[in-house]
């Protein structure tokens, strides 16, 4: 398997060749473009030039004299035009690379250039009440040109040299780039591996500025984040579920052995506590069953339309006289005809856990439970004044067996599940339970269901 540095380096250099060989082509092409347009110039230019220097000569009757030879010789040296004048219609001269015929006497005229690859100009004038006709020709393609073709293949050369200099810097570029690139890519690689070990202290922030790499690495920093954290809750959980089943165990253990020893009678009382904590570990091991059962069967549940509003009216009155006896101010606010799809038993039961657990860590102050509708969503609250969650623990509070507090996390009895329980209850409904506390203040637990007409 190809190491990434080498494939992204290879990637980027057939892009950067891929780049250079279009923009070579494309100069190359736009370069002849503009050097034929220039030619064409300059041809017209010379053309002009030419015309009017034979027009001169012919006006001062010095055409077969002395400058006849000099002249033509130096427009026929590059071997790049071909000239033929005419005189009323008779021809006197031609000049061009291959032949040099001058004088009307002269029978035999060979074109130098032919008339698909030639480019022909024709100027007319009249000098001493005779016309004539000048055709210029010149090469079509300029490749034909010596000295343009050696123009242009230096040009090619030059364009060669570029693309060889520019491949060697693109391909040191592209292996330093590469590696700087690829950087953070490791980086987030070895956290995973990290994660993946348990080793989350070693996990490390990557060195990016890339949004969708910075991204991801902040996603798997708090994947991280969370799995630690379940790793801490999977162990305390285990330490939670040996302490709650020894417990109980123990107990049944010890007063078993002391009836079998003649330590103690089995008397109503010693039976009593044996079946005290025979039904400890049943209401443990019923919670655990109901919490895997609505965890693993949401959908199976039997739902209904039910009314909300006169639940949890039923639920208050069965509650109110204990809080009232915990000498704590109550108050309720219940919206009424709130009707909702879902079991009524489960319901009821999450309804009851959530209140129960404001009852449980409430010592002074008040309860208050509200039941109202919003924007099409059934909201029941119930906020107390206990002795609150701190900001850490929140997110754990629904987690089967959590105790924000260890030190006194039995003293309030009961197994740590009433709220797992009533978080996938809430879930098998399509609902959503959240928590609002702070430390010595209160508590707000609140869950929301969709609303039927």
Same mark, same amino acid.
């Given at each position: 398997?190809?190491?990434?540095?080498?494939?992204?380096?290879?990637?980027?250099?057939?892009?950067?060749?891929?780049?250079?060989?279009?923009?070579?082509?494309?100069?190359?092409?736009?370069?002849?473009?503009?050097?034929?347009?220039?030619?064409?110039?300059?041809?017209?230019?010379?053309?002009?030039? /030419?015309?009017?220097?034979?027009?001169? *000569?012919?006006?001062?009757?010095?055409?077969?004299?002395?400058?006849?030879?000099?002249?033509?010789?130096?427009?026929? @040296?590059?071997?790049?035009?071909?000239?033929?004048?005419? @005189?009323?219609?008779?021809?006197?001269?031609?000049?061009?690379?291959?032949?040099? /015929?001058?004088?009307?006497?002269?029978?035999?005229?060979?074109?130098?250039?032919?008339?698909?690859?030639?480019?022909?100009?024709?100027?007319?004038?009249?000098?001493?009440?005779?016309?004539?006709?000048?055709?210029?020709?010149?090469?079509?393609?300029?490749?034909? /040109?010596?000295?343009?073709?050696?123009?242009?293949?230096?040009?090619?050369?030059?364009?060669?040299?570029?693309?060889?200099?520019?491949?060697?810097?693109?391909?040191?570029?592209?292996?330093?780039?590469?590696?700087?690139?690829?950087?953070?890519?490791?980086?987030?690689?070895?956290?995973?591996?990290?994660?993946?070990?348990?080793?989350?202290?070693?996990?490390?922030?990557?060195?990016?500025?890339?949004?969708?790499?910075?991204?991801?690495?902040?996603?798997?920093?708090?994947?991280?984040?969370?799995?630690?954290?379940?790793?801490?809750?999977?162990?305390?959980?285990?330490?939670?579920?040996?302490?709650?089943?020894?417990?109980?165990?123990? #107990?049944?253990?010890?007063? *078993?052995?002391?009836?079998?020893?003649?330590?103690?009678?089995?008397?109503?009382?010693?039976?009593?506590?044996?079946?005290?904590?025979?039904?400890?570990?049943?209401?443990?091991?019923?919670?655990?069953?109901?919490?895997?059962?609505?965890?693993?069967?949401?959908?199976?549940?039997?739902?209904?339309?039910?009314?909300?509003?006169?639940?949890?009216?039923?639920?208050?009155?069965?509650?109110?006289?204990?809080?009232?006896? @915990?000498?704590?101010?109550?108050?309720?606010?219940?919206?009424?005809?709130?009707? /909702?799809?879902?079991?009524?038993?489960?319901?009821? @039961?999450?309804?009851?856990?959530?209140?129960?657990? #404001?009852?449980?860590?409430?010592?002074?102050?008040?309860?208050?439970?509200?039941?109202?509708?919003?924007?099409?969503?059934?909201?029941?609250?119930?906020?107390?004044?206990?002795?609150?969650?701190?900001?850490?623990?929140?997110?754990?509070?629904?987690?089967?067996?959590?105790?924000?507090?260890?030190?006194?996390?039995?003293?309030?009895?009961? #197994?740590?599940?009433?709220?797992?329980?009533?978080? #996938?209850?809430?879930?098998?409904?399509?609902?959503?339970?959240?928590?609002?506390?702070?430390?010595?203040?209160?508590?707000?637990?609140?869950?929301?269901?969709?609303?039927?007409?």
């Amino acid at each position: 398997m190809t190491n990434l540095n080498r494939l992204f380096a290879q990637y980027f250099i057939i892009a950067i060749i891929c780049v250079l060989l279009v923009m070579i082509l494309i100069f190359n092409y736009t370069s002849t473009i503009f050097f034929t347009d220039f030619l064409a110039t300059t041809y017209e230019k010379s053309n002009d030039t /030419v015309f009017e220097t034979i027009k001169v *000569l012919l006006e001062n009757d010095a055409f077969f004299g002395f400058y006849r030879r000099n002249f033509l010789e130096s427009i026929a @040296q590059d071997g790049t035009i071909e000239l033929i004048l005419f @005189q009323d219609e008779e021809h006197i001269m031609s000049v061009g690379p291959i032949n040099f /015929v001058i004088g009307p006497d002269q029978s035999t005229f060979i074109h130098a250039f032919e008339e698909d690859n030639s480019i022909k100009y024709v100027y007319t004038f009249t000098v001493y009440e005779k016309d004539f006709t000048l055709t210029i020709s010149r090469l079509k393609d300029i490749k034909l /040109v010596e000295q343009n073709a050696k123009y242009l293949n230096r040009l090619n050369l030059m364009y060669l040299a570029v693309f060889i200099f520019a491949l060697l810097v693109t391909t040191l570029l592209s292996l330093m780039l590469s590696k700087r690139f690829n950087k953070p890519i490791i980086t987030i690689k070895e956290n995973i591996n990290y994660i993946k070990r348990g080793q989350y202290g070693k996990i490390k922030e990557t060195d990016t500025k890339a949004k969708e790499l910075k991204e991801l690495s902040v996603e798997i920093n708090q994947l991280a984040i969370s799995k630690e954290n379940e790793d801490n809750i999977r162990k305390r959980l285990s330490s939670d579920i040996v302490h709650e089943l020894k417990t109980p165990i123990t #107990a049944l253990s010890a007063n *078993l052995e002391a009836i079998l020893d003649g330590i103690y009678e089995a008397d109503h009382d010693r039976i009593k506590i044996l079946l005290d904590q025979t039904n400890r570990l049943s209401r443990l091991v019923n919670g655990l069953s109901k919490l895997t059962i609505l965890e693993t069967n949401a959908e199976e549940l039997n739902k209904e339309r039910i009314d909300l509003s006169s639940i949890v009216k039923d639920i208050i009155i069965t509650f109110e006289p204990a809080i009232l006896d @915990q000498n704590l101010k109550f108050a309720s606010n219940i919206e009424e005809d709130i009707f /909702v799809m879902g079991n009524v038993d489960k319901l009821l @039961q999450s309804f009851i856990n959530v209140i129960s657990n #404001a009852l449980k860590y409430t010592e002074k102050g008040s309860i208050k439970v509200n039941l109202y509708k919003d924007h099409g969503k059934a909201v029941f609250e119930v906020k107390d004044t206990g002795i609150g969650i701190d900001e850490k623990d929140l997110p754990y509070v629904f987690e089967r067996f959590y105790r924000s507090d260890e030190s006194r996390s039995r003293q309030t009895g009961g #197994a740590g599940i009433g709220l797992a329980i009533t978080k #996938a209850i809430i879930q098998a409904h399509d609902g959503e339970v959240k928590v609002e506390s702070t430390i010595n203040v209160g508590s707000t637990f609140t869950i929301i269901l969709d609303t039927v007409d």
